[in-house]
């Protein structure tokens, strides 16, 4: 079954530190892999996309992740935490041959001043 | 403005009412989602269409009733909700059925059963 998996459900950093948010995925095909930021009472705000293209894909807002084939990871990372970027975070995949988002259950980041 | 307009953003209803959701989208994508998201669950897909016709349903109960009338609108009408019912119901939209450049999510309507 395609799905991803999110490691921690809550993620503290403090303000300038850097953030790293884990997301595996399970596929035996090379996938479409998504990250999504969602602000508390919005909906979900694409923040990068991983297509084949490159394996480092940067986003917006300096976020990045790198798709490590051997690791089935894509990993969110930024250098320096904000406080605007305390939201909940969602991975999300979808097989290059199918036609379905299979998000992980999130990972809520605080940004402690 | 996200390009997906959701309506209400936030509803409270009473388990026999009859309300209906409202989703559009001035992207020109083709495709259209009803998303459930419940707390501590992860997002649950609803529905799907592409070009105006179903083309998933995910096991939904038959309280749940979705309408695309075309591709830059979709609907989901309530009826005899139960509390459980109660979650943010998010629409996104994509450029075709696949989604592979990515949803477009719009802001939700948080509905509550009482």
């Known amino acids: 079954a395609q799905s991803v998996t999110q490691l921690g459900s809550h993620v503290s950093v403090s303000e300038g530190a850097l953030v790293l948010l884990r997301c595996n995925y399970s596929?035996?095909?090379?996938?479409?892999l998504f990250w999504y930021v969602q602000y508390p009472n919005q909906g979900l705000q694409l923040l990068l996309k991983?297509?084949?293209?490159?394996?480092l894909v940067k986003g917006i807002n300096g976020f990045e992740a790198e798709f490590k084939k051997s690791e089935t990871s894509f990993h969110l990372t930024k250098p320096s935490a904000h406080m605007s970027d305390a939201a909940e975070y969602f991975c999300?995949?979808?097989?290059?041959?199918?036609?379905?988002?299979?998000f992980g259950t999130g990972t809520s980041l605080t940004v402690i001043p | 403005e996200t390009g997906v307009t959701q309506t209400p953003r936030h509803l409270v209803m009473g388990m026999t009412n009859k309300k209906s959701l409202k989703c559009e989208q001035h992207?020109?994508?083709?495709?259209m989602y009803w998303y459930k998201q419940s707390a501590k669950k992860p997002l649950e897909l609803m529905f799907v269409?592409?070009?105006?016709?179903?083309?998933e349903n995910n096991s939904v109960p038959s309280r749940f009733s979705p309408e695309c009338p075309n591709s830059s609108h979709l609907f989901l009408h309530l009826h005899t909700l139960q509390p459980e019912d109660s979650a943010l119901y998010l629409c996104?939209?994509?450029?075709?059925?696949?989604?592979?450049?990515?949803?477009?999510f719009g802001s939700g309507t948080r509905l509550t059963v009482v």
């Open positions: 596929s035996s095909v090379p996938p479409y």
């Open positions: 996104a939209s994509s450029q075709d059925h696949g989604g592979r450049g990515g949803y477009t």
């Open positions: 999300a995949v979808i097989r290059n041959t199918g036609n379905q988002f299979y």
């Open positions: 992207l020109g994508h083709n495709a």
């Open positions: 269409y592409s070009l105006e016709e179903r083309v």
């Open positions: 991983y297509t084949s293209a490159a394996t």
